[in-house]
């Protein structure tokens, strides 16, 4: 069974950086190269919220309002990573980071609504705290 894998999460200070991973796993022949994969957040008692998502392929990315300027989403192919930098990091970002995959890849462009990723991984805990 395919699965992602995030990793990176920790405890940071207010104005720190963390950088998170997320890799494939689960079957020898999943690659990310011709797939969009996209970062969400959910925070206690609130709902999954999208951050950010990359084209694999060509390197089109997209990030939500509260997250630009500070993030940055890129993907390593011979990896078979996808990274998120988070610089700039305040409590509002406290939350569990999930990466996915876009189910109609190459079929409808990808949004940063929850509905139509697949392979969700368990998640990375980040909490920014002094």
């Known amino acids: 069974q395919v699965q992602l894998v995030e990793s990176g999460g920790g405890l940071v200070q207010p104005g720190g950086s963390l950088r998170l991973s997320c890799v494939g796993s689960?079957?020898?022949?999943?690659?990310?190269?011709?797939?969009?994969i996209g970062w969400f957040r959910q925070a206690p008692g609130k709902e999954r919220e999208g951050v950010s998502w990359?084209?694999?392929?060509?390197?089109?990315?997209m990030y939500a309002d509260s997250v630009k300027g500070r993030f940055t989403i890129s993907a390593d192919i011979a990896k078979n990573t996808v990274y998120l930098q988070m610089n700039g990091l305040t409590p509002e970002d406290t939350a569990i980071y999930y990466c996915?995959?876009?189910?109609?890849?190459?079929?409808?462009?990808?949004?940063?609504?929850?509905?139509?990723?697949?392979?969700w991984g368990r998640g990375t805990q980040v909490t920014v705290s002094s």
């Open positions: 996915a995959r876009w189910v109609d890849y190459g079929r409808i462009p990808p949004n940063l609504y929850p509905r139509g990723w697949e392979y």
């Open positions: 689960g079957y020898a022949g999943f690659t990310v190269d011709y797939s969009a």
């Open positions: 990359v084209d694999c392929a060509d390197g089109t990315t």
